[in-house]
């Protein structure tokens, strides 16, 4: 399995799953900001961008999704679909996410607040970086 993919510990009894994320535990680094994705569409792949500095966490709640990650060498291909798995996408990766299922729900945890400077959104410009 690759390092990126995190086993997140579930606390589950007859009431359901309970999963706890701690900074600098669980998740390895300080979670400055959290967002979220739904009514994702089927036809509507996301990302296509890289982070100067930002390192990330993604959980897919509900559902499925694939994630692609890129370092400029190596394209991994990821399916998310289960609440107690992570994906470690650190700084200066490619992400590209598509085939969401129905009902899918991404929770995206993050090291810094949103700061549009960070992101490298042309592909060409993020191979002649990481060369
Ligand atoms: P975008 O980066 O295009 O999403 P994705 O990588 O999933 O394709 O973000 C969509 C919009 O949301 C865009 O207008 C920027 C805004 N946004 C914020 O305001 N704060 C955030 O933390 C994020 C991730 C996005």
Known sequence: M?????????H????GL???LESNKS???DIKRI???????????RGFHAHKNLKQVAIC???SCRFILDDGKTREEFI??????GLLIEEMYWREMDQFSDGCV???LASELYDESDYIRDYNEFKKRVL
Do not use: C, H
């Open 106 to 108: 991404i929770l995206v």
């Open 27 to 29: 998740v390895p680094f």
């Open 2 to 10: 690759s390092k990126k993919l995190m086993d997140l510990k579930g």
């Open 18 to 20: 309970l999963v706890a």
């Open 61 to 63: 709640l509900q559902g």
């Open 80 to 85: 998310l679909s289960s609440a107690t798995q």
């Open 12 to 15: 589950t009894d007859g009431r």
């Open 35 to 45: 967002y979220y994705l739904t009514d994702l569409k089927k036809s509507e792949p």
